[in-house]
């Protein structure tokens, strides 16, 4: 009597591709950007968020959210498919935290969170998840930032500095050339807005770009104050 | 419906309805000791496996070690003790599978108390004492009920004689019920010499406590075994 199906709508084409998570990459690559660079002390996360009328409420709703103390992540692709991820994430972290009574490791929150996009690549009747994520996290025990990207095939990749969304390739390019083993937080922020201007249309301010930063003080979104001083030393 | 056999007139006994019982469990003994220094910790436990007045083995010790920096001491029925050991070890490897790196004792304690109460309306028949060093190397030791209530304490004894060394502990220890006395960190030979003490009065005492004295001492450099004999009677 279930309308459910049991059997996937994920199934694969004769070339062994699962075209529906080529469709889902498609969905993310149509995103807004999302930036992510790895530091020496912390990680930074930064995205585009552009509203298609002056009358949303811009703060109300936010596209980098923490998920532990210590974790944080911003996606690409679809919004709705992103609150879900975030949800589960919270939840898994806090099942962690009643069996070991510590913060879980930011490896450890990728693999679960992995895990869950892959379950709807394989499950009845559901499809992938419309978003990439780009997870941050400072582990304190080894006191060392972590960088993650998860993917819609439930595919995770550990990223020294990447980009996602529209204009990805030449983000990815341009970090290529910018990035440098010994670039601090202070420095990766800065390079973090210039990757994301490449691509922007328009004006950049404080209203619509979101910049999150992951150091051993933890996970915090920074409030648009903080992003306007670091715009006034780009522009 | 004869209960009271009143108008039985036969001369032996005939039975009358009976219910059927299987005793999931039995008690087979044992006393554990855990003591947390400053850099080291103690857990110590007699190695009598006893049910009724028959005695199993004399050669049963009841502490577990669990990771480089961490030992089990559980007592009480032993078959759920062998289960709860076992069933520790493999949470342990997939955990040191899973993250590339051991579980700390806090974490070992915390995960045994969420074990211990899934099985809240059927018990493991164990009293638990977790041992070992917290992540900044100090001694620490973590003490449980059958269902998982579970507290840091700076020594704990658990299992038979449990009650007899308890309180010499809280005097020797924690000083308590002592007035005046200069209170000197417990120095390693200290602790283990008092191990050794409280043992020989519980065997003295306690008919589940004796044959030898198992003692692991923790510190950053591993653990360390020490036998010590105990009356045999």
Partial sequence: MSERYSFSLTTFSPSGKLVQIEYALAAVAAGSPSVGIKATNGVVLATEKKQKSILYDENSIHKIEMITKNVGMVYSGMGPDYRLLVKNARKLSQQYYLSYQEQIPTAQIVQRIANVMQEFTQSGGVRPFGVSLLIAGWDDDEERPYLYQCDPSGAYFAWKATAMGKNYVNGKTFLEKRYSDNLELEDAVHTAILTLKESFEGQMTEDNIEIGICNKDGFRRLTPAEVKDYLASVQ | ?233
């Fill in chain 2, 1 to 233: 419906m004869d209960i009271l056999q009143i108008n039985q007139t036969s001369d032996y006994k005939k039975a009358g309805p009976l219910q059927a019982h299987f005793n999931p469990y039995s008690y087979n003994g044992g006393t554990v000791l855990a003591i947390a220094g400053e850099n080291f910790s103690v857990i110590a436990s007699d190695t009598r496996l006893s049910e009724g007045f028959s005695i199993h083995t004399r050669e049963n010790p009841k502490t577990y070690k669990l990771t480089d920096t961490t030992v089990l001491g559980a007592c009480g029925f032993h078959g759920d003790v062998l289960t709860l050991t076992k069933v520790l070890d493999a949470r342990l490897k997939i955990y040191e599978q899973d993250h590339h790196k051991q579980m700390t004792t806090g974490a070992v304690a915390a995960m045994l108390s969420t074990m211990l109460y899934h099985r809240r309306f059927f018990p493991y028949y164990v009293y638990n004492i977790v041992a070992g060093l917290d992540d900044e190397g100090k001694g620490c030791v973590y003490s449980f009920d059958p269902v998982g209530s579970y507290e840091r304490e700076a020594y704990r004894a658990g299992g038979s004689a449990s009650a007899m060394l308890q309180p010499l502990l809280d005097n020797q220890i924690g000083f308590k019920n002592q007035q005046g006395v200069t209170r000197i960190p417990l120095s390693r030979e200290k602790a283990v010499n008092l191990v050794k003490d409280v043992f020989i009065s519980a065997a003295e005492r306690d008919i589940y406590t004796g044959d030898s004295i198992l003692i692991n001492v923790i510190t950053k450099d591993g653990v360390t075994d020490e036998r010590f004999p105990l009356r045999r009677d």
